[in-house]
Structures are given as C-alpha cells and as structure tokens.
C-alpha cells in the first residue's frame, strides 16, 4: 500500500498549477498516494507546488501488528508517555545562526546584509530575542510540550480553506479483484472487522511501541485517530474524540448514495461482529439506499471554513439534523460505499483514484459520499478501487500508515469460523431536514467543490528505471537523493532556487508532531547550477551532488542528535 507523505516537501514557486499525486516509494506493496495541494506541516502562504516523497518513519516494517499481551494493560499508554523527554527550546544562538544558514542560498546578497543587521539588533544581551527567548523557556517548563498546541491550532485549526483538496492526505490502497456489489461489500465488511482489530489493541493499550534509532516514540496519535471529528468554527475549528471517556463509541458511520447510516459494530456482549455478520448488515444499508437523488449533505464539509461554520450552526437548528450529525462525529470512523467511477485506460485510471481518493471527484461523483471533517474515512467503490482521506489535524502519516498496513494485512486472512446467524437490528438511517437554506448552502458548497476540483491536475507517474537501491549502492541517502532531485527541477524551471521544507518527525518527544528539514541549502544551490554548467565535469558533479547530499543528511541528523542528548540527560 501507499502511504501519506512522510517525509513531505514543498517548495515555494510563482504559483504554478500544484501537482497532487504520489507514488508510494517506502516499501509494502503495490499503488498509489494522493497527496493534498498545501502540506499543511510545513511554512505557510508560499502558493507553491508540493511535491512528496513518501517513506517509512519508524525504523521497523509495519504489517499486520501483534498486541504486546492477550489481556488489557491500563496505564500502560500514559506509563509510557510519562517516560519520554519534553521539547527542548534550541538556544537562541543557535536559532539565529541557522536561520541565517537557511537564508543564505536563497535571497540577495543586499537582503541578506540587511537581515543580518536585523538578526544582531534581535539577538543584543536584553533585547526582544532573549526576553521572547525566556518566555518560550518559561512555557516549556509548565507545558508537556511548548510547541503541540500552538502547531495544532496555527497548522490545522485556524486555517480557513477547505480541507479538502488543501490540508486532508488521500491514500490508494492495492486494486481489488471484485467488480460487482458482493463483493464490495465482502471487502468492506472484512476492513471493518479490522479496524476494529486494530482499535481492540488502542483500547487494551497493548498497541507495540514503535522505536526509531533505538529511541521509544510518542504514541499519543493512535489514541486521537479513532471516534474523533473536526467541528468547524468562525474563526477556528476544534477537535472532538470520544475514544475518552466511560460511554466510547460502538458505531461506525457508512454512506451510500449520499445517504448516512449509523451502524452499530458490537454485539451485546461487547464482541466485535465478525465479517459475515457486518456483510448482511451491509446489505441491509444497500437496499434501503438505492435512491441516487438524495441531497448530499456530506458536500457541505468540502467548503472554506467559515462559510462551513455558518452553515453547520444552520444546519444544527434543527433537532433532527443535530442528532444526524452528533452521530456521524461519534462514529469510530466512516466506510464510504461509492459508485464506481467511468472505465478508462490503466494509465489514466491510476490518476483518477488518486483524485477519487483526494476528492471524490466533485459533485457529479462521490464528493457527497463524505464528511471530510471526520478523521478517518475508508473508501470501497463497486469497481476495487478502495483508499482513504483523513482529516489531517490529529494525526500526522506514521500512525495512519500503521492502520492501514494492518488492515490491508487482516483482509488477506481467510475465516476460519463461520458466525452463527443471530439475528441483528437494522442499521439506522441518518435523517436530515433540508430547508430552502441549507439547500442553498449545499448548492453554493458544489459550486465551490466543482472549480476547486476542476483547478487541481492529478497525475500518478510511476517510475520504473530504478529505485531506493541504486543511491544506496552508491552510500548516498535516498530521501537526500529525492530532495536534491526535486532542487534541481525546479531550478531547471525558474532559474533560481526556492525555500524549500521537508518534515521531520519529532515523536522521540512527549506529544511531539513534525520539525522542518530546510532542504534547499549553499550546496544545494552549488549543486543545481552545476547540472547544466558545460564547463563542469561529470565528476564535479557528481562530488557536488555527494556533497549536498551529505549536507542534507547531517542537517536532518541535527533533530537525531538533539534527541540523543536530551534523551542523555533524562536518563
């Protein structure tokens, strides 16, 4: 399977028609991912294209996970938690001196002399620079961690565009080899039951511990994926999870044709329902959803955020609509049964679920067939293609991939045991209220929609000449080997170079999220402009490209060290 982008890059350009589609490179089977317009971790306002390198975080391979024990283990998640070191604050020094590092390939000589002169006036002995230093010091010292929370409302929750398209990841998991509605529904009813596998370790706190350089990682994001849903707001969003709490979630939400269902994934006893059982309650919402004309309502999470606010605190006067959508928030997560899309050659058809995954391709399609805001939303169309969109704000890649490799891995085992028939309730159907207003509203969100999706080119490449293998053979990293391969293109493009990020993950620390790896660098730039200089070798060049990459490797290596010493000192 492919997976959401980590680590991700984004380079500032002259606002070029941004390039939506990935190619999973990180190992773990067959297809492709679809990757949002704007990388919502990285800088901001920079309008460029995004272009991602997909690969694993954690150090060991992920599959189908084995619980650490048979039984639950309270407090072991916050036992672990507890034992893992808090953010550092980098020494103002050192902000400062790399800062202007980072500069240096990409600005004037005449603004980056004047930048000095301001950076000297910032960093005086009582000056603004030491005394924002303290404070930054002072919060770290009564927070778990002084950047999680500023990185979550700042990244996710105060930004206004759409999540859709702008902020939420799309993953293509492997074809399927079922072309009709059995089928469909055999598959979806399998995921689910391993959804609910995976959730059983969540909530035995038996879920492994990952590791990276010997170091134990934050495990805070499993635990915010499942029951959680965004709720938008006029000036900022929020974030629901009913995971916490004594009353957790024992539904799971499934759309079809536009139609919402609330169906319950538990037997009395508290055991999941196994395959067979969620197959007939499938059906059930089959046949009672056959109608296509329904109003999407779904349609209405694809708009900008503030106009979505308004419309959901609109949509909410009603009783009815209100107890709709509190279930579609308190749902573990959504299962979209879409319509499958036009047959196209096999080259095209990788581009467009891309896209299906990304957006569902726009009013006419599936882009009803959702709730953006809901976290995870896993997507099986009557065609074998199947992926998911999530919601991005709780969680970054890693976790998401882990998921989805285990439910990939759970659908491939055969049942051994077939369920006894008991008889179950009938899956509720969500009502809505569409008033002349809301109405509106939905018109207005699929004009939206429709020239967002419209604007957006999705085009999956595979690239078969060689892969991972060959910059290793040579000792050069392959995530340096990507980035310096996307400097040079853009180069070759505009002429210049450009600010550049690629996340890092900073899960080595108590909540920590994703750090920046400033890709584009003096030997960076060194290197580019070699590329199409006739008077250089291709050994310069190539010990130019060595350089660079080394550069770039002891530059991510930075947050591995720091990790290290802090890691040093808890001990």
């Given amino acids: 399977m492919a997976a959401a982008a980590s680590p991700r890059s984004k380079m500032a350009a002259g606002r070029p028609r941004p390039l939506a589609a990935e190619r999973g490179c990180g190992g773990g089977g067959g297809g492709g991912g679809a990757r949002c317009r704007r990388c919502p971790c990285g ?23 084995k619980p650490t024990a048979l039984g639950k283990i309270p407090g072991r998640f916050l036992l672990h938690q507890e034992a893992l070191p808090h953010l550092p604050v980098p020494p103002l020094q050192q902000t400062l001196d790399r800062y202007l590092q980072m500069l240096q390939p990409i600005i004037s000589e005449e603004e980056l002399n004047h930048t000095q002169e301001l950076v000297a006036e910032f960093r005086k ?18 927070t778990e961690n002084w950047l999680s929370d500023w990185w979550l409302k ?40 391993g959804i609910l596998d995976f959730k059983t370790m969540i909530d035995n706190e038996t879920l492994p511990v990952e590791y990276m350089g010997g170091k134990p990682l934050c ?17 900022r969003d929020s974030i629901v999870n009913y995971a916490k709490g004594k009353k957790q979630s024992r539904h799971i939400t499934v759309v079809h044709n536009f ?6 994934v538990y037997n009395s006893d508290g ?42 605190n609109n949509l909410l006067k009603d009783k009815t609509n209100k107890e709709s959508v509190r279930t579609i928030e308190k ?14 050659s096999e080259d095209i058809y990788k581009s467009r679920v891309a896209a299906q995954m990304l957006h569902g391709g726009g009013s006419r399609w599936n882009s009803g067939n959702r709730w953006f805001d809901k976290t995870l939303q896993f997507i099986i169309a009557e065609d074998g293609s199947c992926g998911l969109v999530y919601e991005h704000a709780p969680s970054e890649g890693p976790p998401i991939v882990a998921l989805l490799d285990h439910i990939v891995e759970y659908t491939k085992k055969p049942e051994l045991v077939r369920s006894p028939m008991i008889p179950l309730p009938m899956p509720k159907k969500l009502r809505f209220n569409i008033t002349p207003e809301i109405k509106n509203d939905i018109e207005k969100a699929k004009q939206n929609l429709n020239i967002m999706v419209e604007d957006l080119d999705v085009k999956v490449m595979v690239f078969h000449q060689f892969g991972k293998t060959f910059p290793k053979s040579e000792k050069i990293s392959p995530d340096a080997f990507i980035q310096l391969a996307l400097q040079l293109a853009y180069y070759r493009m505009y002429g210049h170079a450009c600010a550049t990020y690629e996340s890092a993950s900073l899960r080595m620390f108590r909540l920590g999220r994703t750090d920046t790896i400033r890709s584009t660098s003096v030997d960076s730039l060194k290197f580019v402009q070699s590329m199409d200089d006739p008077d250089k070798s291709d050994q310069e060049k190539a010990d130019l490209l060595r350089r660079a990459t080394q550069a770039h490797r002891e530059y991510t290596d930075m947050v591995s060290d720091l990790c290290n010493c802090v890691w040093g000192f808890n001990q």
């Fill in 125 to 142: 002995p009582g000056g603004v620079g030491e005394r924002l230093q303290k404070g930054l010091e002072r919060r770290a010292k009564k």
């Fill in 219 to 235: 495990m805070n994001q499993y635990y915010q994926i499942l029951s959680s849903c965004r709720i938008p707001g006029p000036k």
């Fill in 154 to 193: 700042t990244a996710y929750l105060e930004y206004r565009l759409p999540v859709v398209v702008h902020s939420s990841p799309g993953v293509v998991l492997p074809k399927q080899d079922f072309l009709d509605r059995q089928g469909q529904l055999r598959f979806a009813a399998k995921l689910i039951e």
């Fill in 259 to 264: 139609q919402f269902f609330e169906l319950d």
């Fill in 331 to 344: 749902s573990i997560c959504t299962v979209c049964l879409d319509a499958p899309m036009p047959r196209v």
């Fill in 271 to 312: 055991s999941p329902l196994t395959t067979d059982q969620l197959f007939i309650q499938l059906e059930k919402i089959w046949n009672t959803s056959l109608q296509t004309n329904k109003e999407p309502i779904g349609i209405l999470t694809t708009n900008h955020r503030n106009s979505w606010a308004k419309a959901y």
């Fill in 43 to 65: 800088g901001r306002g920079d309008g460029g294209a995004m272009l991602a390198f997909v690969a694993r975080a954690a150090a060991r391979p992920y599959g189908l996970l």
